[in-house]
C-alpha cells in the first residue's frame, strides 16, 4: 500500500538517488508524468563511479536471449519502444553476429537459441559492414537491435530530465531519512547495505582508436568463454567487451587484455595498428538470479540488479515503478512489496 502521505499530495515529491542508467530513466519518466523530481548524485557529472559510464551500451535483448531469462526479453522489447519515444535519436542498426570457422558449433548454437535473426552470407555481410569484407562466411544479423554510447547518452538522458522540469543535484548523497515524498534508490552496487545479497560482477573493457576501419553497428564475435563484442563509437573509436567475472576488484588481467584484443584482432586485423585509448572495469550489480528487481517499502523503492542489461532495461523498468506509483500496478515477476 502507498504511504498515507501520498494520498494527501496526490502526486508526492520524487527524489531519485544515483544517476546512473536506471536513476536517470526513473528520473525522466516521473518527471515527464509531471512529478516534481530531484535526482541526486553523488559523483560529479562525469559519473566516473557509475557502472554505466564503463558499459557498451548495446540494447540487444535477441542477442542476450541466449543466455537470459524470458522477463529480460520481455522488459528489453518494450524498452526498445520507450528508447524509440523518449530519446528517438537512439541508433537502431542492428547486431551482427560472426564466427570464425573453428567457432562453428558456437554459431549454429546461437542461432537456435535465438530469434529476430537473419542469416547473412559473405556478400552481404560485406554490403552491411564494408570493413568485413570477405572476413566472414556467414552472420547473423539482427536488424532491430540499437547500441548508445553511455558517455554521450547520460548527459542527453540529464538534459531531458531538466527540459521535462527535473532537477539534477551532483555531489549530493542525501541521507534517506531526511527526503519528504517518495525515494526511489537507484545507486547500484552502493545499495548493498540495503540488499546484502547483491554482488558485483566484473566486467573489462578496452577502447581502441583507428581510421583504418569503419563500423556500423555493433559487432559480436563468438566465443568460447565470453561473448565478446566491438561497438562503434565517435571519433574513430571502438569498444572491445566485455569479461565477466564473479570478483569485485576493478582492476583488469592480462588474460583478460589478451583475450579482448584477439578477439578484436580476429575480427580484422587492423585492429593490430590501433592505438589503445583506455583499459577499464566496471562491476554490473546483481542479485543470486541475475534478474533485476522493483523492491517497494512503502515510500521507499529500490530498482536494482540491472546486472549486464541496464541500458536495455532501465526505461521499462521506469515505466512499471511508475505504473505502481500512478495506478498501484503490480508486475508480480518484477516487484517485491514488503
Ligand atoms: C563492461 C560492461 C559492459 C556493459 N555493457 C552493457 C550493454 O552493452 N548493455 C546494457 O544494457 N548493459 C551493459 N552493462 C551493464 C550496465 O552497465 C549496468 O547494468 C548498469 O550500468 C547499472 O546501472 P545502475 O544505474 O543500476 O548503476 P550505476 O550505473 O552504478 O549507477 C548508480 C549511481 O548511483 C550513484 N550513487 C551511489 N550511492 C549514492 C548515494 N548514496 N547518493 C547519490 N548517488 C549515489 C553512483 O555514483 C552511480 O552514479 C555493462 C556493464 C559493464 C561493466
Redesign the pocket.
Known amino acids: 500500500m502507498l504511504h498515507k502521505t501520498w494520498d494527501r499530495r496526490g502526486t508526492p515529491p520524487i527524489a531519485v538517488?544515483?544517476?546512473?542508467?536506471?536513476?536517470?530513466w526513473q528520473a525522466l519518466l516521473f518527471a515527464k508524468a509531471g512529478h516534481e523530481v530531484t535526482l541526486?548524485?553523488?559523483?560529479n557529472d562525469a559519473?566516473t563511479?557509475?557502472?554505466?559510464?564503463?558499459?557498451?551500451?548495446?540494447?540487444?535483448p535477441w542477442c542476450?536471449s541466449e543466455v537470459s531469462e524470458p522477463l529480460v526479453t520481455r522488459l528489453?522489447l518494450r524498452s526498445l519502444a520507450l528508447w524509440r519515444e523518449h530519446a528517438p535519436d537512439t541508433p537502431f542498426n542492428g547486431s551482427l553476429v560472426v564466427a570464425h570457422p573453428r567457432d562453428r558449433s558456437d554459431f549454429e548454437r546461437f542461432a537456435r537459441m535465438t530469434s529476430g535473426h537473419q542469416r547473412l552470407q559473405r556478400d552481404d555481410v560485406s554490403k552491411l559492414e564494408p570493413s568485413l569484407d570477405g572476413r566472414f562466411r556467414e552472420a547473423l544479423f539482427f536488424p532491430d537491435e540499437g547500441?548508445v554510447e553511455?558517455r554521450r547518452v547520460l548527459p542527453e538522458l540529464h538534459a531531458r530530465i531538466r527540459a521535462a522540469g527535473g532537477r539534477i543535484e551532483f555531489g549530493?548523497?542525501?541521507e534517506t531519512t531526511h527526503i519528504d515524498g517518495l525515494e526511489i534508490d537507484?545507486?547500484?552496487?552502493?545499495?548493498r547495505d540495503a540488499f546484502p545479497d547483491l554482488r558485483g560482477?566484473?566486467?573489462?573493457?578496452i577502447i581502441v582508436e583507428t581510421d583504418e576501419i569503419v563500423l556500423s553497428r555493433?559487432i559480436r564475435i563468438l566465443h568460447p568463454r565470453w561473448p565478446l563484442?566491438i561497438?562503434p563509437r565517435e571519433r574513430n573509436r571502438f569498444?572491445i567487451?566485455?569479461?565477466s567475472i564473479e570478483r569485485e576488484d576493478d582492476g583488469v588481467s592480462v588474460r583478460s587484455t589478451l583475450e579482448l584484443l584477439s578477439a578484436a584482432y580476429a575480427v580484422h586485423p587492423a585492429f593490430g595498428e590501433a592505438r589503445i585509448v583506455e583499459i577499464?572495469?566496471?562491476?554490473?550489480?546483481?542479485f543470486p538470479d541475475n534478474l533485476p528487481r522493483i523492491a517497494i517499502d512503502k515510500d521507499h523503492i529500490a530498482?536494482?540488479?540491472?546486472?549486464?542489461?541496464?541500458?536495455?532495461?532501465?526505461p521499462a523498468l521506469a515505466e512499471l515503478t511508475l505504473g505502481y506509483v500512478a495506478r498501484g500496478e503490480i508486475d508480480n515477476e518484477v516487484m517485491q512489496c514488503k
Open positions: 538517488i544515483g544517476a546512473g542508467i536506471a536513476g536517470a541526486h548524485e553523488r559523483d559519473m563511479q557509475a557502472t554505466s559510464h564503463w558499459a557498451g551500451g548495446m540494447l540487444a542476450e528489453g547500441h553511455p549530493s548523497a542525501p537507484c545507486r547500484g552496487l552502493a545499495a560482477v566484473k566486467g573489462e573493457e555493433p563484442y561497438i569498444m567487451g566485455a569479461t577499464g572495469a566496471g562491476l554490473r550489480p546483481a530498482v536494482n540488479g540491472l546486472y549486464r542489461h541496464g541500458f536495455l532495461l532501465a
